[in-house]
Every structure is written in C-alpha cells, then in structure tokens.
C-alpha cells in the first residue's frame, strides 16, 4: 500500500517563475492538506482539501499561492512568479477521514529552492 | 490551538530510556495530544495518540497526568535510528490546522 507521494523530491526554479508541486494521497484518502516548512521551523498549516472542494485556505499566503485537488488526479500546488523567500519544504498529508481517529500520512515532501 | 511548549534538545545513548514532556497549559477538554516524529528529509511520521491516562503501542508510551496540563512521551531504549524530531501537538476532533511549533530534537549517541 504506497503511502503519500510527492514529486518532485526537489525542484529548483529561478525567481519570477512558478513552480508546480503534485501530492498523491494514500489509497482511500480524499482528505489533502499541505504545509510549508521554512529552514530550521516547524511545519505550518496551508491549505485543506477534499475532493474538487477546498475546505480552508487560511494557511495560504493570499497571492501567487493557488491549490487544487481535482476529481481525477494528484493534489496540486501551485506557486506563481516564486521570490526567495519561497524557498522552503512543502509537505503533504492525507487522512481518510478528519477526525481525531485519522492521524495525518505524510509524504517525504518538495524542497523548493528559488534562485 | 492549545499552545505547547516542549524542549529544544535532548542529548540520550543508544540503550536508555528517552522522555520528552510537553506543556499545554490551556488544552481544552475536546483536545487529544499526539506525537509525531520526523527524520532529515523525510515528512513527519505519527507516533502515538491520547486523551487520558497512558497509552502504548509498539513504539512509544505517552503519559497523560489526570490535569492533563502536560504529557510525556517515553521511547525505550532508545537507538541510534531513534536519532530525530519530536513533535507535540494538540487539538480536538475538528482541529485540522496543525502547526508543528520547532520541536525536540533527540539525537542518540552510540
């Protein structure tokens, strides 16, 4: 049974470009959230998805940051017109359900390096 | 969220016991308290999970007093692939917004 699949591993993109991170939920899982992981931080909430539904977006910063999670398909990422502050790990995670009982799979993340 | 509060270090050998208690003052009464762990370059993986008393699985134990303004999670004998990040966290049953404060860091010596 795979577990939570990010690619890529690492993606490097020069300032002004976007970057595009994909995240494959856990066989069964139709619960997606993201986080950012800045150097020498703890992770913090971004966004949260289900199914064609995003649920909260409060984590996201309000520009260039976009998420889906469509019907067909990994959850996706987006970051428009990247700057250096940027760079950081992406992590996702999934559960099958949201509740306590449910604790979240993560994937091994996206290091995101902006040059 | 339930403020925690937890070491920034910790320094054990490969046989001892490891336990790491972490502070939340204001948890509330739906508030679970769970571990994870995460390894350089890998994502956070869950430990173990409680509401009360103690809890052990394969693993880890976590300790939960009856005020529950604190817990422990124990890691016996530890190795030296027990070398990681600890985190602590708190919510209750609707509590998605998880944000991992910095952590414990454990490194294991041989």
């Known amino acids: 049974n795979a577990g939570v699949m990010q690619n890529p591993r690492h993606l490097v993109r020069r300032r002004g470009q976007e970057a595009r991170l994909r995240c494959s939920p856990m066989?069964?899982?139709?619960?997606v959230y993201w986080y950012r992981q800045l150097p020498e931080e703890g992770l913090k909430f971004m966004v949260y998805?289900?199914?064609?539904?995003?649920?909260?977006e409060s984590g996201m910063p309000k520009e260039r940051f976009s998420a889906e999670f469509p019907k067909e398909g990994p959850s996706i990422l987006r970051i428009q017109q990247v700057v250096r502050g940027d760079s950081a790990a992406y992590f996702c995670a999934s559960s099958p359900r949201q509740d306590h009982n449910s604790p979240l799979h993560f994937g091994n993340g996206t290091r995101l390096t902006v040059t | 969220l339930a403020k925690t509060t937890q070491p920034i270090s910790m320094d054990s050998y490969e046989g001892q016991e490891v336990n790491i208690t972490c502070s939340h003052n204001n948890i509330a009464t739906n508030d679970y308290i769970t571990w994870y762990q995460q390894f350089p370059s890998q994502g956070p993986r869950f430990i173990i999970q409680g509401y009360k008393t103690k809890v052990t699985n394969e693993v880890a134990s976590l300790f939960i007093p009856a005020d529950r303004k604190t817990s422990t999670l124990s890691l016996p004998r530890v190795s030296l692939s027990d070398t990681a990040v600890y985190y602590c966290?708190?919510?209750?049953?609707?509590?998605?917004?998880?944000?991992f404060g910095a952590g414990t860091t454990v490194t294991v010596r041989a």
């Open positions: 066989k069964g899982h139709s619960h």
């Open positions: 998805l289900q199914k064609e539904n995003i649920i909260d």
């Open positions: 966290l708190v919510g209750d049953l609707n509590d998605y917004k998880l944000s």
